[in-house]
């Protein structure tokens, strides 16, 4: 829909200057929105679009003439030159009536339909993210990757490729030898069953001591990683039992984040195999290296729970949850809700993933429990709450028409600004 007002614009700059419109077109950029007085819709950098040296010389004085000759219609209500960027700004009933036919003909795809991204090749992509090492609790070190690997599938999909959310998982190496010698000798079954994999971090704390005195129980765990490599049956029997209970306990953290996977992976499936593959691929002469980048993030620093250190990421969700319904027990505005526990988690679990989103991607941020949960400015809390605010007014004015809504009513300077955001 934006493409539509920079259409317009590049074919009045076109006749005003003589230069063809597709040229000038892909130099029109929607303008920032500013919290405090309006802003310009678009500007044009107007030297990028000269070709001429002697023009780019004078380059002011082009620029000015060029806007002294541009006139408002019924699409540009006005235009003008800041800094050397020519400015536009669409006309107000317009844009509300071109944003809101929008929004109600496209839905839950609204932003997706764009010509920008109808250019934008498309295919299968791999996302792999999270990533833990099994048969050990779920650590808040992965929760950024998570966070992220998520948005960039999420995002990857909406704007319609074909995603493949993989989830890699750390499952082979020494630290199943020191596991599987360990259990035999740490181990509780009836404690395995309870809660798997806070029994096994508590034999692989055990374990990892024993080795620091105990030359045996270090030449166990070698021989246990040599069964295991060996295909041992008994060896790989445990190992696959550790690996089941891991990614079930994982789902249910995963499920608290709203997150889910296609694939669980790791590196057990290509210690053999992957060589074979890429040799297979050589020799047909079909093996390519294409579409991997690497998203760098910093870490998350300072955060604890009543507990103490934070170790587990479960710990860190039961703690906005409880946190979040001690805030709303003291809150006079709080609503009755069949299940505030419920309501406290989404909300809680909320709050954690964009106080992650507000942090710095590439370098550590500080976390803050009181900034995370605030219920008013940037927060997922007060996202939640506006949220809310917004499904009631829907449900109030439900039975109205789609059309039944006049364009004067949005002309207030929030409106147009949050209406610039959608354009």
């Not at 927060?379 to 499904?391: P, S």
Request: aromatic content about 8%; some cysteine.
């Amino acid at each position: 829909m934006a493409c539509y007002f920079r259409r317009t614009i590049a074919e009045q700059v076109s006749r005003t200057m003589g230069v063809p419109s597709e040229r000038i077109l892909p130099h029109i950029h929607a303008g920032s929105v500013h919290r405090k007085g309006e802003s310009p819709d678009f500007w044009l950098f107007l030297k990028s679009v000269l070709d001429d040296p002697l023009e780019a010389a004078h380059y002011q004085e082009k620029a000015e003439q060029l806007t002294d000759k541009l006139v408002s219609d019924s699409v540009i209500s006005e235009s003008g030159l800041e800094r050397g960027v020519l400015t536009f700004k669409v006309n107000r009933p317009l844009l509300v009536k071109k944003v809101m036919d929008k929004i109600r003909q496209d839905g839950t795809t609204y932003g997706f339909q764009s010509e920008i991204l109808s250019n934008v090749p498309k295919g299968l992509t791999l996302v792999e993210y999270s990533s833990p090492n099994i048969a050990k609790k779920f650590h808040v070190g992965h929760l950024r990757s998570t966070i992220i690997g998520n948005f960039i599938a999420n995002l990857k999909e909406a704007a319609g490729n074909k995603v493949l959310r993989v989830n890699y998982l750390g499952d082979w190496g020494l630290q199943f030898g020191l596991l599987g010698a360990g259990f035999s000798k740490f181990g509780c079954e009836e404690k395995l069953k309870s809660n798997a994999l806070q029994h096994l971090f508590e034999v692989y704390v055990k374990v990892n001591a024993a080795v620091e005195k105990d030359e045996e129980t270090k030449l166990s765990a070698y021989e246990f990683m040599r069964e295991l490599d060996s295909g041992h049956p008994q060896a790989l029997s445990l190992w696959t039992h550790f690996r089941g209970l891991s990614i079930e306990e994982y789902a249910k953290v995963y499920k608290r984040l709203g997150v889910e996977f296609d694939e669980y992976s790791g590196e057990s499936l290509y210690r053999q195999k992957s060589q074979d593959v890429l040799n297979l691929l050589r020799s047909k002469n079909i093996l390519q290296i294409t579409n991997c980048q690497h998203i760098m993030f910093g870490r998350i620093k300072g955060m604890k729970t009543r507990r103490g250190e934070v170790i587990f990421l479960d710990d860190v969700l039961d703690e906005a949850r409880a946190r979040m319904l001690q805030n709303m027990a003291k809150a006079g505005t709080t609503k009755a809700t069949e299940d505030p526990a419920e309501t406290a988690e989404k909300i809680g679990v909320a709050a954690l993933i964009i106080q992650d989103f507000k942090g710095p991607l590439q370098a550590d941020y500080s976390f803050s429990w009181d900034l995370a949960l605030q219920s008013t400015g940037d927060t997922g809390v007060f996202l939640q709450y506006t949220h809310a605010r917004l499904q009631s007014l829907l449900t109030l004015w439900s039975t109205r028409e789609d059309d039944d809504f006049s364009v004067s009513c949005l002309q207030e300077p929030s409106a147009i600004a949050t209406l610039q955001h959608l354009l």
